[in-house]
């Protein structure tokens, strides 16, 4: 088992949804991810949604509400390997009505493109982190309604870790 890294990292992400379609980062090994990042010290969960959104997808999202906290262990290619315990907290959020896809002035090091995907083939997607692809569907089929628990739990890298 990898070794612990201390300290826990907020990270604020955001689930753009429009008439059927998820706004999504493509990143390099063909992984799709939705947009945010890391909360700095100091820094508001909401500030660090429209700060990472900025940066990754050149817009600030509107009407941001936190429809999902997970803990997530994020294996680390270090050697020896180790792990950083992250909370997510997913955001549903808009982009302004005239927004296209682009990357922002800051993208994500291994990002490549920001694109709509329909919501009909994410399911043949891989997703970072992997445990997006198990969420997302509760999420999407449940439109402004609650999805349920708000904590969804604890997930590592992988199924097997």
């Given amino acids: 088992m990898a070794e612990l890294i201390p300290g826990v990292r ?5 689930l753009i949804l429009r008439d059927g379609y ?4 493509r990143k390099e090994g063909d992984v799709y991810a939705l947009p945010g990042g890391g909360q700095d010290t100091g820094e508001s ?9 900025r940066e990754e997808i050149d817009t600030d999202v509107l009407s941001p509400s936190l429809v999902q906290v997970c803990d ?12 950083r315990h992250q909370v997510d907290f997913l955001f ?15 993208p994500d090091k291994r990002q490549l493109d920001v694109l709509w995907v329909e919501v009909d083939v994410l399911a043949r997607l891989a997703f970072s982190p992997y445990y997006l ?22 997930y590592h890298d992988s199924p097997d870790s």
């Fill in 72 to 83: 997530y262990f994020k294996l680390k290619r270090t050697e020896p390997p180790t792990r």
């Fill in 10 to 14: 907020n990270s604020a992400r955001a």
């Fill in 133 to 154: 692809a198990s969420v997302l569907p509760r999420l999407i089929s449940t439109g402004n309604a609650a999805a349920g628990p708000l904590y969804a739990g604890v």
């Fill in 92 to 106: 549903r959020a808009t982009v302004p009505d005239d927004y296209t896809p682009r990357n922002g002035a800051s």
């Fill in 22 to 25: 998820l706004l999504l980062l």
């Fill in 45 to 53: 969960l909401e500030g660090a949604l429209q700060r990472e959104c």
